[in-house]
Structures are given as structure tokens and as C-alpha cells.
């Protein structure tokens, strides 16, 4: 296997290498390739020729070196098997061979089957619905049994190890320092006290990273895309992010996705009190993330502006609202 530089993992995966990683499948490349939103891993739509020469496509998704095990990655493959099994709308892998998880020249990487479809209009309080039934059908069949080697959604994870990071990095500007640490100080307390207030929730299987970008809207309803992110959590991580604007609206939108999601699964209320904690989690993650990424060429030409005074001031002040928000009553379903 080819040895890979940490910093930047990408660097031999060429045209060449990725049209011939697909050829090694099984897959004839006709030559058409585009690159897909992804900065994780790096993911391609290629047209291909099938056994009647009839033009197509597939994408195709690299998996970042280092990041999950090859035992995490067909948990993530065998979730959505499971799912599609069960006539769940994902976008499972391809199994080529009975074979789901590929190598070519050191990168791991998956064959996908191209789904096409648009963006959900979140503000239909129909297609919210819509959206919540078939997430609870997900959180049922993720209920069933936990994962073996994916790891969970908590707050040392997502919550303490970033802002540490962040803290022992040169990225915050050294006047910004004391007020970084003492805003995310603040907010991990915060967060852990809303914890304490949810009590212990069930933690089941998750998409993880349910935002709308990963859910794609045709007229037959919605399907799902991209289970990288699948983890244990509470079942509310993967409605939070589909709220959006003030106080109302959250609640108007909450209200809608409920009343599809408890068509199929009950919803515990207490995990009301982490919706904004996971919000939290969530922005200091990022922001970690960034950092931890940004040798990688892509992020610093992506993201221009994290690396920069104005970003730090506007983190904090971010992360502040954020303590205010922690501490408010919950929204919760009309």
C-alpha cells in the first residue's frame, strides 16, 4: 500500500488514479468525471459503459486515509443495506462481488449509484412532515441494535477535544485567546448542564449529519445521501438541523417534523433539552475541524476566511448567543 502524507492524503489520488480505481471494480470509465461538494473525502460523479455499451454514471466516494477503520466503514455500509432493505429511501453502495469497500493504490473507496433530486423546501410544513416519517423509519431500524465500532456524539467528542485543540494551536489570534477560552469554557458548562437536564436518553444509530444538503427531494418524496457521518446520539440530532430562523419558527418547524416522525416512532421529550447543546457541539466541532484540515490544500481555498481576525470575533460572539440559547426553556412541538 502506497504511503500517504498525513497532512495532505490527496495528493497521488489524479484522474488517472481515480478512473483506474473504478476500472479495478469492474466499471469501464468513458472519461467524464466531476468533482462533487465534498471536503472529507473526495467524491466524483464518472460516466461509465455497462455490459450493453449504454452510457451512465456512478459516483464514486474516497475515503479519507486515517479516519475510519475499515470495521467503521461496513458498519456504515451494512446501516444502509439494512436500510434499503427495509425500503428506507438511502443511497446505499454499489456491492460489487459481494464487496462494498474497495482498495486501489493505498484508498479505500465506495461505488455509489447517482440519485438525482433537489434541494427539500423546508418551509412546506408538508414536506417536514413528509421528511419525519421516513427519519423515524430510519431510528427504527437504527433502534435495533448499536453500532460495534462507530463511535457516539458526546460532548468530550464533539465538544471538549476541539476547543483543546483549537486552545494548543496557533490558529485564534493571541487577543482573541482568553476570550475564546473563556466563551467555550462557558459553553461546555452549559452544554453539560442541559445534559443533566435531559437525564439519560437512548442513544440509537443515526445518520448524523441530517442536514438538508444530504437530503435530496423528488416527487416521490425524499431520499438520503451520505451515512459518513453515522453515529450513536439521541434521536434528536438528526431533527435539530433541519430547524432553522427565530423562536417561532423553530417551534413551527419542529411542530411539522414531529407530527410525520411519531407516525412510526415515539419521541421521547426530554432530548428537547439538548437541541441547542447539540447546536453548540456542533459550531465548536466545526471550527475544530477546520483546523485540524487545513494543511489539507482544499479547506484553506474553501474557506478562505477561517483563518482570519474577523472569523475569531465572530465565533465568539457565535458561541456566546449560543450560552444565552443552552440556557432558555426548550423549543418544543406546538
Known amino acids: 500500500m502506497r504511503a ?30 466531476l468533482g462533487l461538494n465534498s471536503y472529507e473525502n473526495r467524491v466524483y460523479q464518472l460516466g461509465v459503459e455497462d455490459e450493453n455499451d449504454i452510457a451512465s454514471f456512478l459516483v464514486a466516494k474516497f475515503y479519507r486515509p486515517e479516519r475510519w477503520t475499515d470495521e467503521q466503514i461496513h458498519e456504515e455500509h451494512a446501516f444502509a443495506f439494512e436500510l434499503d432493505e427495509a425500503e428506507i429511501p438511502v443511497v446505499a453502495p454499489l456491492r460489487i462481488g459481494q464487496q462494498s469497500l474497495h482498495e486501489f493504490e493505498g484508498f479505500r473507496f465506495a461505488l455509489f449509484p447517482r440519485r438525482g433530486g433537489r434541494a427539500p423546501e423546508l418551509d412546506d410544513p408538508e414536506v417536514l412532515e413528509w421528511i419525519g416519517r421516513f427519519i423515524a423509519r430510519m431510528h427504527a431500524r437504527g433502534a435495533v441494535r448499536p453500532f460495534a465500532h462507530r463511535p457516539s456524539i458526546d460532548i468530550e467528542t464533539f465538544g471538549e477535544w476541539p476547543v483543546s485543540y483549537l486552545l494548543d494551536s496557533a490558529f485564534i489570534p493571541a487577543d482573541l485567546l482568553d476570550a475564546y477560552r473563556a466563551a467555550a469554557n462557558a459553553a461546555l458548562d452549559v452544554v453539560r448542564d442541559a445534559y443533566a437536564r435531559a437525564g439519560p436518553v ?108 474577523r472569523f475569531w470575533e465572530e465565533h465568539i460572539l457565535q458561541i456566546k448567543e449560543q450560552i444565552a440559547a443552552v440556557q432558555e426553556a426548550p423549543i418544543g412541538p406546538l
Open 4 to 33: 500517504m502524507d498525513a497532512l495532505t492524503p490527496y495528493a497521488s489520488l489524479t484522474p488517472d488514479c481515480i478512473l483506474n480505481a473504478v476500472d479495478s471494480a469492474g466499471y469501464r470509465c468513458d472519461g467524464r468525471m
Open 202 to 309: 437512548d442513544t440509537i444509530r443515526l445518520h448524523g449529519d441530517c442536514h438538508a444538503s444530504n437530503i435530496l427531494w423528488t416527487d416521490d418524496g425524499p431520499h438520503f445521501v451520505d451515512l459518513d457521518d453515522a453515529r450513536m446520539g439521541p434521536a434528536v440530532q438528526d431533527l435539530w438541523m433541519l430547524l432553522s430562523g427565530d423562536r417561532a419558527s423553530m417551534t413551527r418547524q419542529f411542530s411539522d417534523v414531529l407530527a410525520g416522525y411519531e407516525d412510526f416512532m415515539d419521541f421521547d421529550r426530554r432530548q428537547l433539552h439538548l437541541i441547542e447543546a447539540l447546536r453548540t457541539l456542533r459550531i465548536l466541532h466545526y471550527a475544530g475541524w477546520l483546523a485540524r484540515r487545513w494543511e489539507d490544500p482544499a479547506f484553506p481555498a474553501a474557506f478562505p476566511w477561517f483563518n482570519a481576525q
